[in-house]
C-alpha cells in the first residue's frame, strides 16, 4: 500500500479528525447538517460518541475505564512477574504550573523493559537498540494505557517461545508508559492539570525553517519535562505514540514549516524530500501497520496518512521527537472513542487484539539506518551529533530554509541510531559543544570524523565507527 493512495483513501471517505468523526461513521448525526466547519474543530468527546459507526462497539454509559491506581499496579505486577526482565520507574510527575516539580500523587510510571540477552548483547559492544511506548498524553484516550500494558505484557512472556517477539525483548531496551497524563486519565480530561494539552506543548520549530519563531514550549508542564528528560537519556530509535479519537496511523510531520493557519513555500513532496528523509521507511511501516490492523480487523480502512496532511498540529510530541532528538515517531489513533470504558472486557479486548500484533512489529522495525559509536582514538565515547546527508545528492549548500537532515545523538557511550532508508548517505560527527559543523558545505572540521556509509535495500543497519581528535 503506497501512502499516497492511502491519503487519497482518507480524504475520500473523511475529511481531518475533528470534523471526520461523524462523517466516518455514516451515521447522521443531528448536529452535523447545522454545524460549521468551525464549530466542528470544537466538537466533544460526547459528541464522538454519539456518532460512532455501527460496526464500533459503544461503551456502556457511565461506565468509567480502570482507575489510575490498577493500571499502576498492573505495571508493578508484571515487574514483579518478571524481575529479570522489567522495573518500575517514575519519570517525573503530573501536576500544574503550580507545582513545577509535579504532584507527587500523579507519577508519570514507565515500565522499563530489557532483558538479560538484551543486556548482555550491549555489555559486549553491540550498539544499544532503545524503544519507546505511551500512552495516554490526552487523557481521555484511555484505551491506551490498556493497549500499552498489553504489548508489554505480551513481550515479557514471550520469554522462552522462540518466537519474533521474543526476538525484539532480547534485541531492544524497550520504555512503556502506558499513561503520560495521569492528572488527565482520572479526570477524563483531555488536558493536564494545569489545561495543558501535551500533544501541543513541545517546542518547535528546530531551526531549519527561516523567518518562523519557536512557539509554545512545555517550560511549566511536568509531564512534558518528565518525557523530554526521558528521551533525552535514552536516545531512542523509535518512539510510538497512542491516541484514540480517530482510525489511523500517522507519520513525521505534524507541521510543515509554517505557523498555524499560515502558507507553505514548499509543497508536500517538497517537504517529503527535503524534511524527512527516511520518509519512504515510515511509509513503508506505517501501511505495514495499517495492513496488519486491517486483516486482525477483517474490515475497515486504517489509513497511514502524514500528519501535517491530516491537519496542523504545532509542539507535538512526535516533531519534537524527530525535530530535537532524531527520533521517529509514528502516531496510533487506536479507535474512533474517547472516554471509553476498558473494564468491560468486550469493549477494550477487540481494540488490543488489533493492534497487538501491528505494534509488535511495527517495534521490531527499529534500528533500521545507520548504527555506530563516536569515540577517540583511545576509545572513550564522545557525546556527538551525528548527521546522514545523501551522497548521490550531495552537499546542497545551503538553501533557505535549510532543510532537515537526518541526524542522531550519542549517547554518553558515544553510541547512536540514525534511522535512514536505502541509499548512500555521509555520516559526519561533530562533538557536543563544538562549532565543528555549522553549514552544510563544511563536511570535516577541527572536532569532526566524517564516513561513508551504504544502508541496504533491506533497511538493515550498516554499523560505521566515526573517530574524532
Ligand atoms: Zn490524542
Redesign the pocket.
Known sequence: MKIVGAQAAWQATAPPRQAGAARQTGVACPAKAAAAAAFLVLLSAAFLVACVPAASIVPEPGVAARPLPEIQAAMRELAAEYPDHARVVTLGYGGSAAKPGGDPSLPVLALEIESPAAKARVASGAIPLRVQLVGV??GD?QIGAEVALDVAATILGSAGTGSATEGLLDSAALTIVPVANPFGYEANT?VTESGTDL?RCFPWPFGWESGIAPERTYLGVPEALALAKDGEDKRYAMSVLL???SYCIAIPWDYIGTTEGGSSTYSLDEYRSRYAPAHSLFAANSAAYGSRVESEAGSGSFPAIEGYDWYYVGGSYADWLYGALGCPGYTVELDPLKSWTSRREDVGTAVIRRHRQALLELLATAGQGAQGRVSSAAGIGIPSRVEARPLAAGDRGLPAPLPYVAFGLTDTSGAFRITLPQGSWRLVATAIGTLGLDSATTTVGPASGAVDIVVDADGSSAIVSLLLP
Open positions: 498524553f490526552h484516550e483531555r500533544n491516541h484514540s479519537g
